[in-house]
């Protein structure tokens, strides 16, 4: 009961739609046919479809064109076996302090310098090889470039694409075509299904921004679809598409090592990424849902709650468009490489360095300072910072 009560006041006409208008005006009749929401149901399995597919690409297309484009992994060092500092690692602390440091060296029987060697090279265990990242990467730019050719195929005959009052004409009477329904529930589930998969996904430094991201654009999407907004969320679609599979590119090629190219393609990237979020959609986007829809309706909620959730993404647009600022600004001379800002960058790891290091160390404390346990003597805690 308490369900259903609110259930209605949910659905209320005046919450979603200018006055005098109501869900009644979207009832199919003939050949008009109007979105519902239960048509997104359709997502659910789409999404799980998407997860199928997905492994099956990576497995199939996109692990073979990385050895194709020479994609190489780094040899790592695995971290020798000590329960102590594995059970540290795992329930306390990744990275110790140097208190902690000097108490795990203590335990182990390790010099300071070995407990922050092990630490370093467990740490660059955990993470993500190149492979994994091509995969991902590969992947996203499959859909978003094919996303991107069938949304422009499918509004590049609509009058909206040119004039963005056409969004609105006829608003909510707003037939759906087949195109644009497909458009809607192939997207929708692409985006629910880097939702179901972000936690095995390579976890960037902007984790709970991607977070937020899919959430509003699931959310963005969804509620221009019930409320018919499909115009103005079809051409968001597009909008964001244009720049995805550029970025994703650019990442293949800096995971195979293929620099100059990547850095072109990234410099493309950065053009449209700036044009198409930061000026189009602001500017003729949000305007004609913002500014444009007041001058045929009184301010509704719906009308709020849209324009809010484009306030989201253009918040993150922002946050990101900073983020490719600071990756521009490796094309400086001397700077040819371009690195994903978002990810953690892997420690070095030069065991035979260190080796010989520690026996410098080793002999000039048993110079200084007499016998030596270990090759290190007892009395030297100046280690080089790493």
């Excluded at 302090?97 to 000097?102: G, I, L």
């Excluded at 995969?135 to 040119?162: H, N, Q, V």
């Excluded at 430094?205 to 959310?219: L, R, S």
């Excluded at 700077?335 to 978002?342: G, L, M, W």
């Amino acid at each position: 009961m308490m369900l259903s009560a609110l259930s209605d006041w949910f659905w209320q006409d005046w919450l979603w739609f200018p006055e005098g208008l109501g869900w009644k005006d979207l009832e199919n009749k003939g050949d008009e046919v109007y979105a519902k929401a239960g048509d997104l149901w359709v997502t659910l399995p789409i999404a799980l479809c998407f997860l199928l597919v997905r492994q099956v690409f990576e497995r199939k297309v996109a692990v073979p064109l990385a050895s194709l484009l020479g994609v190489r992994e780094k040899v790592r060092v695995r971290a020798a076996r000590c329960p102590v500092l594995e059970n540290f690692f795992s329930s306390k602390a990744k990275q110790p302090t140097q208190s902690a440091v000097e108490s795990l060296s203590k335990q182990t029987g390790y010099t300071e310098r070995q407990v922050q060697r092990w630490f370093r090279r467990r740490r660059n265990q955990e993470r993500p090889n190149q492979l994994k990242k091509f995969r991902e990467a590969s992947w996203r730019f499959t859909f978003y470039l094919f996303a991107f050719i069938a949304g422009l195929a499918a509004l590049i005959d609509k009058p909206w694409l040119y004039e963005m009052e056409e969004m609105w004409k006829g608003f909510p009477k707003l037939t759906l075509l087949p195109s644009q329904y497909w458009y809607y529930m192939i997207e929708l589930g692409f985006y629910m299904s880097l939702l179901f998969s972000v936690a095995s996904d390579v976890k960037r430094k902007d984790f709970k921004e991607q977070i937020v991201h899919h959430v509003a654009t699931i959310t963005l999407i969804s509620f221009s679809w019930c409320v018919n907004y499909i115009r103005a969320g079809t051409l968001i679609m597009l909008l964001h598409d244009s720049a995805d599979y550029l970025l994703e590119s650019a990442k293949m090629f800096n995971y195979a090592g293929w620099r100059k190219a990547c850095n072109y393609i990234f410099i493309i990237f950065a053009v449209v990424f700036i044009i198409s979020r930061l000026i189009f959609f602001p500017f003729w986007i949000m305007y004609t849902t913002w500014v444009y829809p007041l001058t045929i309706y009184k301010p509704f909620f719906g009308f709020y709650f849209f324009n809010g959730l484009l306030l989201v993404l253009l918040c993150l647009h922002i946050f990101w468009a900073v983020l490719i600022v600071r990756m521009a600004i490796k094309f400086l001379p001397g700077n040819n490489i371009v690195e994903d800002e978002r990810s953690d960058k892997e420690e070095t790891d030069n065991s035979e360095d260190d080796d010989n290091e520690d026996k410098a160390n080793g002999k000039a404390a048993k110079m200084k300072n007499g016998p030596v346990q270990n090759g290190h003597s007892s009395l030297n805690n100046h280690h080089k910072k790493e």
